[in-house]
């Protein structure tokens, strides 16, 4: 009883972040479904820690923007904050790594801008954006 108190508290406190989305958060949460987020840095890092508990361990984190480094074994999920900034060549690289062994780990992406402009534009990749983009979430609306 006392951890689906607290389930529902860390929801609700997901709902005040991104108001109109609670049948997403509980698919996040109780479904390990990977979700892209959109919005300001505070926002989308209060979201991943409220998050990252649920997922199954370990949990890889990566930004964009650094070398992203690919380890092999077994990955619960994956925390890619500013997903935006990766090259076109970690983009790819990282493709290849969630198909190759892990089309079940569960993704937390995390982009400041929203990224279909740039999957448009030739500037992020299709394939890895439709692989995190299963729920799109913005966060961080105005008044929150």
Known sequence: MHMLAALEGELAQLDVLAPGYAS???????????????GPRHATQAAIALLTPHMTEPILSMRGGASCEMISGEIGGVVLEDVGELSGEDQERLVRWLDAARPFTQTIATTTSPLFHDVSRGRFGAALYYRLNVILVTVGTPGV
């Open 24 to 38: 997403e958060w509980n698919a996040i949460v109780t479904s390990r479904a990977s979700v892209l987020l959109e």
